[in-house]
Nanobody, 125 residues
């Protein structure tokens, strides 16, 4: 079992930055690849970024590549998402998720079996 709690969302102007953090509890965190997804009303949850359990492999959606950075600290059971050069199109609820894989990059909703409650990010133009 893994419990996930996101924090760090808020309102920011276009071009600004936010850092999301996901705190995980449970003994399996260090054995799980982790990911960030986002969702806007009426749309499916969208993959944003993923990192393997060791942190050795990272993958980003094209829409955030070069602007967002995912990282993890297995000693602290946290996974962060640094978001720079934010755009109004980045406005969404952001979710942290734990994958059933360990060293495989997971980009599909079905690859993840634990989810946080989400944190709202709003980017004003």
């Amino acid at each position: 079992q893994v419990q996930l709690v996101e924090s760090g969302g808020g309102l920011v102007q276009a071009g600004g930055s936010l850092r999301l953090s996901c705190a995980a509890s449970g003994r399996t965190f260090s054995n799980s690849a982790m990911g960030w997804f986002r969702q806007t009303p009426g749309k499916e949850r969208e993959f944003v970024a993923a990192i393997t359990s060791s942190g050795g492999r990272i993958y980003y959606a094209d829409s955030v590549k070069g602007r967002f950075t995912i990282s993890r600290d297995n000693a602290k059971n946290t996974v962060d998402l640094q978001m720079n050069s934010l755009e109004p199109e980045d406005t969404a609820v952001y979710y942290c998720a734990a994958s059933r894989f360990r060293e495989t990059i997971a980009t599909r909703f079905s690859d993840y079996n634990y989810w946080g409650q989400g944190t709202q990010v709003t980017v004003s133009s």
